[in-house]
């Protein structure tokens, strides 16, 4: 290893770019911690190596902090320490390098700006009124001066239900639904608004919105209000510091006014109600005469629960514009959006004062056509508005998002144009896949979707019915498919305290976080705490995992270390000293297609087996969570015990785990099969399903791992025959059938066009035919993970994660001509484009970021030439940083059925 170079010796030719930490970039008021550095590098000299760095940082008045020069290769969530000590900081951090040739500039600056040290800093009182939920939504305003001209000015908020927050009335921000939902009861958070450029000199007005939210609107299918509170409250505090230093600060308390306006009605599942003519004109404005506004009550608040807050902001991340569909019907306007979305519909209309305007939402269409609203079951996704005046109107509803891709406009205004809406939790994308098959980019295009559709503060299973969830299934099922496509390493990593903080508050691991169902009464037991389910509560240890595997994420291991531990640690103890768990309710291979309609946990795939081989496969996980970043002790245990797990589960239900698809495929996965089995388990695996013509016949749980557990043990053609099939009970059936999101059930569209009834659901007055059929839930999604490491041919490898070490691995099947994926890596832009040329050659060329190496690792038959950069080599051939070409000769193409 080349010695490190003096500090004055320059490496023009390196640069270090794209310097982030820990949190997501558009946050501001985060928690007084230690920054997280991850850099990328580009160079000129491609055998440039960084052998130290060193991390500089600069405050808001100059003072400058440079950290000891530090020797290694590392640039993943390296720890700046002694740059960040204090509430309201603010320090722009910047890193520079040194290759054996010298060292670099320094990166550009990446800000972090500490909140308040703790809830307890908000010294106001939290204030709202006395309405109950589904009632008119509290207003709220105060007035205030700013005497000098403004230097800094920072909003500090949060509230019980959630907030919109108005400066003179412009928003403070353009994300919605803060402060999210986050485990409530014991961990609530509080948004930093930057509102420098809002405050004026001279009258101001601050008001506030409030909604109910998750806090008392409607949540969960069994159609609870007030889970989290009866009353909605803000707590907030403006801190303004002028040009001169000195400082005025406006908080929440009894000198502010409170009324309502023109929100009616606003709840999550159901939509809102803006009735115009109750909107007060120029409330939000300094100079407004509020004598008739009432006192805020003063309501007590949990500030020792208050942290800053660290999830990914809800924004607007796309506009979709309309078509109008069935013109002759002239009583309503039925509109198509093309895209299945989380959000709403932006009209306009032209109307007269008093006109009633409803759009009402769904995600497919029946026959009419009319809106397919059964799936809602009772979330009634209605937005109405009442005008106050004649003439054009811009109408867009608050505090709800509907899952739709259609929508219908009634009333007597006249309809102008529409715009969907779509939000999300702004997770950036990072991984782009394209290939010669139209169906399967359209595949992978409808799970990004889905993933984006069900990120809106928390990961949720569905968007649109009374339910959108945490479900811990789904997240687990679709944690290394959605880490490949967004970056999602600080959104995992806030929902991941969450489960922790509700794992303890529950005594165990729930079906969802945060864990709204322990709080409500079920009918049999006296409440819904269903916790350590198999293949859910799961998420303890896959989750954490993959973000290990996806993003190099040590830290979030370390985080989650204890969590592991006790969800071990509650599994073991649940087994009272027998050898497995103990027979209970278990969501089994939920949704197996052949399970009985209406009682999806049914599965081929025994619950017994099932719980026992998840149980093994976290205790695996968290011996190797141990070995990253626990203890030498820990690692013993649990390494011992998974693998008595593993013997005992093969002896006593290896045999039955045999006789379905599900159950070779969790067998094989998660190494309970001996290796001395594991080809004849993995061929009866195979002939399963090309016998049954790569038909799907897994659920949940089954199906993230079927073509894993096949290609890993060699069999492409069933596992090809099952991917690219397009007949009903497959991934592309769906596409065919015009889907834009992955559905919940393989035939929720039955080939005659009728759409599934989803029986499961219990019909109510409201809705007599509620069906549980939802268009959007993202755990089928889980195949794409496949797809990148296979189709395109690109993967991390776990020994190595954060894909410092890659493998592309490109497996064509039959009828590919080109596959391409990119990934942004937290070393840079990873990448791999093939082409076939008539079979009788493969051409690739792949890139691999600075900082990481890669294997080549190409589809070779024993007449096939390999070549790198000209060079004949072997598979397995390793590079380092640099774009290289690949060529085969004679490569070997998976043949498999095609099914349609
Ligand atoms: C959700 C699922 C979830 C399941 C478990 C359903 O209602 O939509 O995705 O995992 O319940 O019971």
Redesign the pocket.
Same mark, same amino acid.
């Given at each position: 290893m080349p010695s490190i170079p003096v500090t004055s010796q320059r490496d023009e030719a390196t640069r270090v770019i794209g310097l982030q930490t820990q949190f997501s970039a558009d946050l501001i008021g985060l928690p007084i911690v230690d920054p997280q550095l991850t850099w990328q590098t580009i160079s000129e000299r491609p055998d440039a190596i960084q052998l130290a760095y060193e991390i500089s940082s600069v405050g808001e008045t100059g003072e400058v902090v440079t950290s000891p020069v530090v020797a290694g290769s590392d640039q993943i969530e390296i720890v700046a320490s002694g740059h960040i000590s204090k509430a309201r900081e603010i320090r722009y951090l910047r890193v520079r390098i040194a290759t054996q040739y010298g060292w670099s500039d320094f990166s550009p600056y990446t800000k972090f700006e500490t909140g308040l040290a703790s809830g307890k800093e908000l010294i106001g009182d939290s204030i709202g009124d006395s309405s109950s939920h589904s009632e008119p939504s509290p207003i709220l305003r105060k007035e205030f001066q700013a005497a000098k001209k403004i230097a800094k000015a920072r909003l500090y908020a949060t509230s019980e239900g959630i907030h919109a927050l108005y400066l003179n009335a412009v928003p403070v921000t353009d994300e919605y639904f803060t402060p999210g939902w986050t485990a409530y009861d014991d961990r609530r958070t509080f948004v930093t608004y930057d509102v420098t450029s809002l405050v004026q000199v001279g009258g101001n007005c601050l008001s506030a919105e409030l909604g109910d939210g998750w806090t008392r609107g409607k949540l969960g =299918?069994m159609n609870m209000y007030d889970n989290y509170g009866k009353n909605l409250h803000l707590l907030a505090q403006l801190e303004i510091t002028y040009m001169d230093g000195s400082k005025d600060v406006v908080v929440t308390d009894n000198s502010w006014k409170v009324s309502s306006g023109e929100i009616q009605f606003a709840d999550i599942y159901d939509g809102t109600t803006i009735d115009y003519s109750k909107q007060q004109k120029g409330w939000q404005l300094a100079g407004f005469n509020d004598s008739s506004w009432a006192v805020p009550v003063l309501y007590p608040f949990a500030k020792e629960t208050l942290v800053a807050r660290t999830s990914t902001r809800v924004v607007k991340v796309e506009e979709f514009s309309s078509r109008i569909l069935d013109t002759k019907n002239t009583s309503r306007t039925l509109l198509d959006f093309s895209q299945n979305i989380s959000g709403w519909v932006r009209l306009t209309v032209d109307g007269k004062k008093g006109d009633v305007v409803t759009i009402r939402h769904a995600e497919v269409l029946e026959p009419g056509p009319n809106l397919h609203t059964a799936a809602l079951r009772t979330a009634k996704a209605t937005d109405h508005y009442t005008l106050d005046r004649d003439g054009r109107h811009v109408l867009e509803p608050k505090f709800t998002f509907h899952g739709f891709q259609f929508a219908e406009v009634t009333g007597p205004a006249k309809f102008v144009s529409a715009v969907g809406v779509a939000i999300s939790s702004a997770n950036q994308r990072r991984g782009f896949f394209t290939s010669s098959d139209a169906r399967l980019n359209r595949l992978h295009q409808n799970v990004v979707w889905s993933i984006a559709d069900n990120m809106v503060s928390v990961p949720t *299973?569905?968007p649109q019915r009374d339910?959108r969830?945490g479900?811990t299934? *789904?997240a687990q099922a679709i944690a290394m498919t959605s880490n490949t496509l967004f970056k999602l390493d600080s959104f995992w990593r806030n929902w991941l305290v969450d489960l922790w903080v509700d794992q303890k508050r529950v005594g165990g691991v729930g079906?969802v976080v945060p864990d709204i169902l322990s709080k409500q009464p079920s009918p049999g037991d006296g409440g819904w705490v269903i916790t350590d389910r198999a293949g859910?509560a799961d998420a303890a240890t896959i989750v954490p995992m993959a973000a290990y595997e996806s993003y190099g994420s040590a830290a979030t291991l370390k985080q989650q270390l204890e969590s592991i531990r006790a969800y071990v640690e509650g599994l073991s103890n649940r087994r009272k000293g027998e050898k497995f768990l103990p027979e209970e309710f278990q =969501?089994g291979d939920?949704c197996d297609p052949d399970a009985p309609v209406d009682q999806p946990?049914l599965s081929k795939v025994k619950a017994q087996f099932v719980a026992n081989a998840f149980f093994a496969n976290t205790v695996q996980l968290a011996a190797d969570a141990e070995a990253l970043v626990g203890d030498a002790a820990h690692h013993k245990k649990f390494t011992e015990l998974a693998a008595t797990l593993r013997e005992d589960i093969w002896e006593h239900f290896g045999q039955e785990a045999k006789e379905t698809t599900a159950g070779c495929s969790i067998a094989l996965e998660f190494g309970i099969v001996p290796d001395s089995e594991k080809v004849e388990v993995a061929k009866l695996l195979s002939d399963m399903v090309i016998a049954d013509e790569g038909k799907i016949t897994t659920g =949940?749980l089954g199906t993230p791992l079927i073509l894993h557990a096949l290609s890993k043990n060699g069999h492409f053609e069933a596992a090809y025959t099952m991917l690219m099939r397009r007949k009903v009970r497959s991934w592309l059936y769906q596409v065919d059938q015009k889907a834009t999101t992955i559905w919940?059930r393989w035939d929720a569209i039955r080939e005659d066009g009728s759409i599934h009834k989803g029986e499961m659901a219990t019909a109510s007055e409201d809705q007599p035919d509620a069906s549980?059929i939802?268009f959007n839930?993202y755990?089928y999604g889980a195949v794409i993970d496949w797809v990148y490491r296979n189709v395109a041919g690109i993967a991390p490898t776990t020994k190595s994660p954060g894909y410092r070490h890659i493998t592309f691995a490109p497996r064509p099947g039959q009828g590919f001509t080109y596959a391409s994926a990119e990934i942004s890596t937290p070393f840079g832009e990873a990448a791999i484009s093939w082409e076939l040329v008539g079979e009788s050659v493969l051409y690739a060329k792949v890139t691999v970021p600075f900082g990481s190496c890669a294997v080549i690792d190409f589809p070779l038959k024993s007449n096939s030439v390999l070549r790198v950069n000209g060079e004949i080599v072997l598979n397995g051939f390793e590079v380092g940083y640099g774009t290289y070409n690949v060529t085969v000769s004679a490569p070997e193409v998976a043949t498999f059925r095609a099914v349609s």
């Open positions: =299918f *299973d569905c339910e969830l479900w299934g *789904d079906a859910w =969501f939920w946990w =949940f919940e549980m939802s839930h755990a």
